[in-house]
């Protein structure tokens, strides 16, 4: 039965770090949706013509799929090098938040270009959840790498460093 439970410790951070990155890799990929849409918006402000438009378009969502690529593949580096420092909730935190504040400004962008037009209590909550988690989530996170407020697990006993 002991094997079991070393086994079981061993295995669950990195099913934890598995399960993190792919809510990392989702975000990412709405990000990259937001991103396209903020691009198009920033087209049709500035009045290009639809042939440029749609060769930038093009060229700016194969740039915007490399730099998800690299994220899907850097956060799950990060990850799992975050597990033998006991860091991995510090490092889930920094990038999740900085995701979400960049979901907030790719919503928030086009509603200032072009006027806000509808919005809905869903819209408004939407841009109230991305805001307020993101800051949350970095507060969280760089308030996790000071000195003062690490935590350790050593032996039986949690302790506070």
Same mark, same amino acid.
């Given at each position: ?43 049709? @402000? ?103 407020? @690490? ?11």
């Amino acid at each position: 039965m002991t094997t079991l439970v070393k086994l079981t410790k061993r295995i669950i951070p990195y099913l934890l770090c598995y399960l993190l990155w792919a809510i990392t890799v989702a975000l990412a990929f709405l990000n990259l949706l937001l991103a396209r849409r903020l691009f198009l918006v920033i087209l049709s @402000a500035f009045s290009v013509s639809s042939q440029s438009a749609a060769a930038i378009d093009k060229v700016s969502f194969i740039f915007l799929a490399v730099l998800w690529l690299a994220l899907v593949v850097f956060s799950e580096y990060y990850y799992l090098h975050s597990i033998s420092k006991d860091r991995l909730w510090k490092s889930f935190s920094l990038v999740t938040g900085i995701q979400l504040l960049f979901l907030f400004a790719a919503r928030l962008t086009p509603s200032l270009i072009i006027g806000v037009r509808r919005f809905t209590w869903v819209n408004y909550l939407l841009i109230a959840g991305e805001l307020g988690g993101g800051i949350i989530l970095l507060v969280i996170g760089f308030h996790c790498s000071s000195p003062r407020s @690490a935590i350790r697990i050593s032996g039986r006993k949690n302790k506070i460093v």
